[in-house]
């Protein structure tokens, strides 16, 4: 899809894509699987696709090249790249300043940028490939120092130059400008120049091991990326300072016995140096962006579900570079994507409650509901005051009330299984930092000898039964009744308005769902309420998306609800 109205977007036609693909070199005894690849420009993944001809999965990598990671400075472009499954490390080629180490990094940037993004290329590329599409004109009509620069440096490397007309006379947005491809190999040896100048004998070390607590409580993003960028610093230092004196030294110690391993593949000392760098980076993102999920705040308020999700989302931005930007914008996404976080996790309740896990013996989960004309559909039905539930999780002899010589006991793997539903209760009730869940006020109960029946947590009335079963009265019929219209406007049962409008303003259609769901009169008197009580607050946010005085105003300005 072309989106005419950013007027640097000129999609790389296929034909000239396949183009520049065929020019890749590789090192003897190294496949496609093998090389790490960066398009900073990516746009929609056209020269990715030309790489994998549309066979393309930056997660298991089915396609001809594995480790293939893009960089996209438009938000919409963006989205679409991570759609398509494609690693995106961050949002600003020009502004990058990762430490992640390429060997080939192809794009066809921006024409009214083009040298500055070539220039930028060189810059981080250590050593391999650069295959980069330009205006003709950069090369031809140096006006400005940077344009000067860049035809000194490619002098200096000797690049392949290849002029190409009418490339994009036939493109999805033409037109008729020249192209140069440029083609560039970078040689260097970490043994020979990256220290040049240095002699071998080595500063005393300093060794610290002072653990920096304020991190891991949750500080500021600044601390946080202080302490990533700290230890990227020092990791990068042993591994390179190890590389570079592994002729002197390897005979006797050895990086984690990782060299010989590359060996056998083929891989000379700097290819294995820059794999270790990689396998660095990837494991100290990985740890520093679980850092920014794994916060009270957060957690406390996703489900079993949504963390699983969640978890999966880890492992997609753990390819983004740790920054303040993109961490600021990965916690206001967080932000935006809150409410409707609230809204599934309150809809798959009410479907355990009422049919999803329903148990067939005496047909309990008729029992759990009450029908009526719904919106869309005449088989709508809401969540009674009392519902009962089964219990999967296991115990002794199959029950998960009952202990090892059959007294009341509460199975340890039965709180999981009922915090959900705790979660979900206090969502209606303002997100109350303090709460009795279920599985605390039985396990309460059972150790004090007072009986399986009329425990009280603070939502419910539990009866616990040893055959399995949990039968749960609403202590609160406000939140049960928030509960339900919440579920059933999610399910298209009610009007997505539903509440807003007074009763005698509703269209005929929209006065029988409401008689029937509650009658006119519960109607009214709860006309305008909040779904989910009173505004729930974020703290956390302030303090990991703090920024300047426009971004607090920006932060104060977003509504969950």
């Known amino acids: 899809m072309l989106i005419t109205n950013k007027k640097t977007f000129y999609p790389t036609p296929p034909k000239l894509a396949a183009r520049m693909v065929k020019k890749i070199h ?54 679409t790249l991570i759609g398509k499954g494609i690693r995106v490390i961050d949002q600003d080629f020009l502004a990058f300043s990762g430490p992640d180490k390429f060997d080939l990094i192809i794009a066809n940037p921006p024409f009214d940028e083009g040298d500055k993004h070539l220039l930028k290329a060189i810059e981080i590329l250590y050593r391999g490939q ?32 290849e002029y190409i007309k009418g490339a994009f006379v036939d493109a999805e947005r033409p037109t008729g400008v020249e192209v140069a491809l440029v083609d560039i190999m970078v040689e260097r040896k970490v043994e020979d120049d990256l220290f040049k100048g240095c002699d071998d004998k080595a500063d005393d070390p300093e060794v610290s091991f002072e653990e920096k607590y304020e991190v891991s409580n949750g500080k500021k993003i600044a601390e946080m990326v202080a302490e990533y960028n700290e230890i990227i610093g020092i990791g990068t230092e042993t591994i390179v300072a190890y590389y570079r004196n592994y002729r002197k030294i390897g005979g006797y110690i050895g990086l984690n016995r990782e060299v010989d391993k590359y060996h056998k593949t083929g891989r000379d000392l700097t290819g294995t140096m820059q794999m270790q760098l990689n396998n660095l980076l990837v494991a100290c993102r990985t740890r520093f962006w679980r850092k920014t999920l794994d916060l009270p705040e957060v957690m406390n308020r996703l489900t079993e579900a949504k963390k699983k999700e969640f978890e999966y989302h880890v492992e997609k931005h753990c390819d983004m570079d740790f920054t303040e930007n993109n961490i600021r914008t990965f916690i206001l996404n967080l932000i935006n994507g809150y409410e409707k976080t609230l809204m599934e996790a309150v809809v798959d309740l009410f479907d355990r409650f009422t049919r999803k896990h329903s148990w067939d013996r005496d047909n309990p989960d008729e029992q759990n509901i009450h029908y009526f004309n719904g919106w869309k559909t005449n088989k709508a039905f809401k969540v009674n005051k009392k519902v009962i539930i089964p219990i999967h999780a296991g115990g002794y002899g199959g029950t998960p009330f009952t202990g090892y010589s059959g007294q009341w006991e509460l199975h340890y793997s039965v709180p999981s299984e009922l915090a959900d539903i705790d979660k979900v209760m206090n969502y209606f009730d303002g997100m109350r930092g303090c709460y009795c869940s279920i599985a605390e006020a039985i396990d309460a109960s059972f150790k004090r000898g007072e009986g399986n029946t009329k425990i009280e947590s603070t939502y419910f009335t539990i009866n616990a039964y040893k055959k399995g079963t949990v039968h749960l009265t609403f202590n609160d019929e406000d939140i049960l009744r928030r509960f339900n219209v919440a579920a059933c406007v999610g399910k298209n049962w009610l009007p997505c308005d539903y509440g807003w409008k007074p009763y005698q303003d509703l269209a005929p259609e929209e006065q029988v769902v409401a008689e029937s769901f509650e009658g006119h009169r519960s109607y009214n008197d709860h006309l305008r309420q909040p779904l989910f009580g009173k505004a729930i607050s974020v703290p956390l946010l302030e303090e990991y998306a703090a920024g300047d005085q426009e971004e607090q105003e920006e932060l104060g300005q977003l509504k969950l609800f």
Do not use: C, M, W
């Open 26 to 79: 590789l090192d003897k005894d190294v496949t496609p699987y093998d090389i790490k690849i960066l398009e900073p420009s990516a746009g929609k993944g056209d020269l990715i696709r030309a790489l994998n001809q549309d066979r393309y999965d930056g997660f298991s990598g089915n396609g001809t090249y594995r480790y293939i990671s893009a960089i996209e400075i438009d938000p919409d472009l963006r989205a």
């Open 130 to 161: 650069i295959i980069f599409l330009l205006n003709a004109d950069t090369i031809r009509n140096p006006y400005t120092n940077t344009r000067k620069d860049l035809v000194r440096k490619l002098e200096e490397l000797h690049a392949d130059i």
